[in-house]
């Protein structure tokens, strides 16, 4: 089993930067692919960022391309997720997971461990 730990949310404000990291344990997170999920207030849980097990290919959600950089150190077993220029509505939980797939993967269903989220919140 993979245990995940997310670190690094807080409150900022509008177009500062943070940096996210997710602590991996149990197992090494080299052979898995590691997503970043968030849920903003009432509503519904949504993708943000996934890196590939394969190759480090990455995928983005639309909403935080251009801005976010998902990244993994197979090394300290952890992921990060280095967020830039953000918005208010980027307010929101935020969850790193890790899934079987040898792909990069948007869907939340194909992804197995979760941790257990880290707030992060921004103002206007």
């Known amino acids: 089993q993979v245990q995940l730990v997310e670190f690094g949310g807080g409150l900022v404000q509008a177009g500062d930067s943070l940096r996210l990291v997710c602590a991996a344990s149990g197992e090494s997170i080299d052979s898995w692919t590691m997503g970043w999920f968030r849920r903003p207030p009432m509503k519904a849980r949504e993708f943000v960022a996934t890196?590939?097990?394969?190759?480090?290919?990455?995928t983005y959600g639309d909403s935080v391309k251009g801005r976010f950089t998902i990244s993994r150190d197979n090394a300290k077993n952890t992921v990060e997720l280095q967020m830039n220029s953000l918005k208010p509505e980027d307010t929101a939980v935020y969850y790193c997971?890790?899934?079987?797939?040898?792909?990069?993967?948007?869907?939340?269903?194909?992804?197995?461990?979760w941790g257990q989220g880290t707030q992060v919140a921004v103002s206007s």
């Open positions: 997971a890790a899934s079987a797939s040898l792909r990069g993967v948007v869907n939340e269903r194909a992804y197995n461990y």
């Open positions: 890196i590939s097990s394969t190759d480090d290919s990455t």
